[in-house]
């Protein structure tokens, strides 16, 4: 599951990204990574660790939630 933001704004000088996956780590922890930055930019990158795939989901739904 991945889901990507653009908001761009020219006359407010505003070009920025955000997007999310979940992935699975060789531990078999389940992950959300969220990463977000000016578009052209590498950004910034925060990964949030669940046991579980629902957990994961969860938490992703409220983020969505939250940028939509």
Request: with cysteine.
């Amino acid at each position: 599951m991945e889901y990507n933001f653009k908001s761009i704004d020219p006359d407010r000088n505003r070009f920025r990204f955000f997007s999310m996956y979940i992935e699975r780590s060789l531990f078999g922890e389940f992950i959300l990574s969220c990463t977000w930055g000016r578009i052209g930019t590498k950004g910034r990158t925060k990964p949030y660790y669940f046991d579980s795939e629902e957990e994961c989901e969860k938490m992703l739904e409220k983020i969505v939630k939250v940028r939509i």
